[in-house]
């Protein structure tokens, strides 16, 4: 490639605040998926609550992990319990999804407050959304504490995923899953907008035939 230098802005972390480290790292890391955690309070209170330092933390066994920035209703049912679903969020879900996230006191449910319905899980005690096109079922392996992150890691038990949602060669098509992704700021990125790209061998890059 071509040397195109630009004009750079670095930032060292000691010479901002939180809140502001907190946006420029919501901006740049982009777009991020939503696990739309449901969980149980110790006496049985559903809740529901937004994710979107979210990912895949292994493959075998399959995990995932989500991020708590602090101590929230989430993260303390979820110690509290050891299990959570991860519910995710398409294109109709969004308006739902944003309610619930509203710091609602621990005894009301978002369930409720976000109008979707709960459905009882098969492996764990916290229910899905039954509108959600994907639930993963999972029990709680590993919680990080890091800085002011709670990275919580579930194993999952179940993948639970609309049957609407799988092509001929039985493999979830991404065009009818139709994720949203959280981006900065109150910015959602749709998955709207898609293209394949092949990864080369070696070989072919060095020409090695
Ligand atoms: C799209 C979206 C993504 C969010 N991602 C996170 C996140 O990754 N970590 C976090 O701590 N809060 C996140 N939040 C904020 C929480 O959802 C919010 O603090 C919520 O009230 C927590 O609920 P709880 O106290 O019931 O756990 C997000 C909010 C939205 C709308």
């Known amino acids: 490639m071509d040397d195109a230098r630009e004009p750079v802005r670095?930032?060292?972390?000691?010479?901002?605040?939180?809140?502001?480290?907190?946006?420029?790292?919501?901006?740049l890391v982009v777009p991020r998926p939503i696990a739309w955690v449901s969980s149980l309070?110790?006496?049985?209170?559903?809740?529901?609550?937004?994710?979107?330092?979210?990912?895949?933390?292994?493959?075998?066994?399959?995990?995932?992990?989500?991020?708590?920035?602090?101590?929230?209703?989430?993260?303390?049912?979820?110690?509290?319990?050891g299990e959570f679903v991860v519910n995710?969020?398409?294109?109709?879900?969004?308006d739902h999804m944003n309610v619930s996230s509203a710091a609602a006191p621990p005894d009301v449910s978002e369930f409720e407050l976000a109008g979707v319905t709960p459905d009882a899980?098969?492996?764990?005690?916290?229910?899905r959304v039954v509108e959600a096109p994907v639930a993963?079922?999972?029990?709680?392996?590993q919680i990080v504490e890091v800085g002011n992150g709670r990275m919580v890691v579930g194993e999952v038990l179940a993948f639970h995923v609309a049957e609407r949602l799988w092509?001929?060669?039985?493999?979830?098509?991404?065009g009818l899953l139709d994720a949203v992704a959280r981006m900065g700021g109150s910015t959602y990125a749709t998955t709207r907008d898609r293209f394949d790209l092949r990864r080369p061998t070696y070989d072919e890059l060095v020409g090695t035939e």
């Not at 899980?121 to 229910?127: D, K």
């Open 167 to 174: 092509n001929e060669k039985d493999r979830v098509d991404p």
């Open 41 to 81: 309070t110790a006496d049985g209170t559903t809740n529901l609550a937004p994710h979107s330092y979210f990912t895949v933390a292994a493959s075998a066994p399959p995990m995932v992990s989500f991020t708590s920035i602090g101590d929230k209703d989430t993260l303390r049912n979820v110690r509290a319990t």
């Open 88 to 94: 995710l969020v398409d294109h109709t879900l969004i």
């Open 136 to 141: 993963l079922e999972c029990r709680v392996v």
């Open 121 to 127: 899980s098969r492996f764990v005690a916290p229910p």
């Open 10 to 27: 670095t930032l060292l972390p000691q010479d901002h605040d939180t809140k502001s480290l907190y946006f420029l790292l919501n901006s």
